[in-house]
């Protein structure tokens, strides 16, 4: 793991892209894009817990 600044926060999402449900989407209040909708899973996944990690954060500023 990297050294952190100082004042810096780091933040790390774990996700099993297998555990991708149809509507995680819209439980976090993430609107895919209709290329994202057509790409497969794992691509669906990995994009959700990019948002959702960052979205984290984000909270953090």
């Known amino acids: 793991m990297p050294r ?3 004042g ?4 790390s999402c774990a ?3 297998a555990h991708l449900a ?3 989407f ?3 209040g993430i609107v895919p894009s209709a290329s ?3 790409s497969v899973a794992k691509r ?3 994009y959700l817990a990019g948002r959702v990690c960052a979205r984290a954060a ?3 500023l």
């Open 22 to 24: 149809t509507d995680d």
């Open 26 to 28: 819209q439980r976090a």
């Open 15 to 17: 996700f099993d892209p």
């Open 4 to 6: 952190p600044l100082p």
């Open 58 to 60: 984000l909270q953090h």
């Open 8 to 11: 810096a926060v780091l933040v």
């Open 36 to 38: 994202l909708q057509r």
């Open 44 to 46: 669906q996944a990995e």
